[in-house]
């Protein structure tokens, strides 16, 4: 809940400065990343951690002929419900529709009686909350160490390039496809492993500049 708060008052009082500035909001959020990865290193340490599984899902479960960690089915079963819940509220619930309503105008969702200001802090604040929940459940498997931020935020930006920017499905898309290409680049081409992800990422914006599910 931490981070939820802190997402909270970099939303009120530093990106709402830069209201639909898409690249002010970005450079300020790379400055509180460097700012984030600095303290981190002088609270914790340079040195590379290592985050223990939880016991119940040490273990291995076979499927079909093979074996897999059950940590991380456990992460694929959680993230697909996570992407479910976030779909159907989006869709399927008021709150989603006072959020796609405010994105799309903002001056007749106001008018309308919408709090905008207040619903854009607490969607932060869930993306803020969901970011922390995803790199906790990812620190068994990646580690920790200096610099892995960065790794993930370029992984990132190309999941939304990929996908579409403000589309959900383009980001659940977007990452099973940029996750494939990591994976089998590092395993059969390591040499050319961010070759594999960024010429995809290349001819995808050559054919569509907004996205997979990006709206024009």
């Known amino acids: 809940m931490a981070i939820a708060v802190i997402g909270i008052v970099i939303e009120r009082f530093f990106l709402r400065r830069f209201h639909l500035q898409e690249l002010p909001q970005a450079l300020v959020t790379f400055g509180f990343l460097f700012i984030f990865s600095d303290l981190a290193t002088v609270i914790w340490g340079a040195d590379p951690q290592s985050m223990p599984k939880p016991i119940v899902f040490s273990g291995s479960m076979q499927l079909g002929g093979f074996y897999y960690p059950t940590y991380r089915l456990f992460i694929i079963v959680f993230g697909l419900l996570v992407a479910a819940l976030l779909w159907w509220l989006q869709d399927g619930t008021r709150i989603g529709a006072m959020v796609r309503?405010?994105?799309?105008?903002?001056?007749?969702?106001?008018?309308?009686?919408?709090?905008?200001?207040?619903?854009?802090?607490?969607?932060?604040?869930?993306?803020?909350?969901?970011?922390?929940?995803?790199?906790?459940?990812?620190?068994?498997?990646?580690?920790?160490?200096?610099?892995?931020?960065?790794?993930?935020?370029l992984l990132g930006f190309v999941v939304v390039i990929i996908g579409g920017l403000g589309s959900l499905k383009g980001a659940l898309a977007g990452g099973l496809v940029v996750g494939l290409l990591d994976t089998f680049g590092k395993v059969f081409f390591p040499e050319l492993a961010l070759f594999t992800v960024f010429a995809p990422m290349a001819l995808i914006l050559a054919v569509r500049p907004a996205g997979l599910f990006g709206r024009e």
Do not use: W
């Not at 009686?113 to 790199?135: E, H, K, P, Q």
């Open 101 to 153: 309503a405010s994105v799309d105008d903002e001056e007749i969702a106001r008018a309308l009686g919408i709090n905008v200001s207040l619903l854009f802090t607490m969607i932060f604040a869930l993306g803020a909350f969901l970011a922390a929940l995803g790199g906790v459940m990812g620190g068994p498997i990646v580690g920790m160490y200096p610099g892995a931020d960065f790794e993930v935020l």
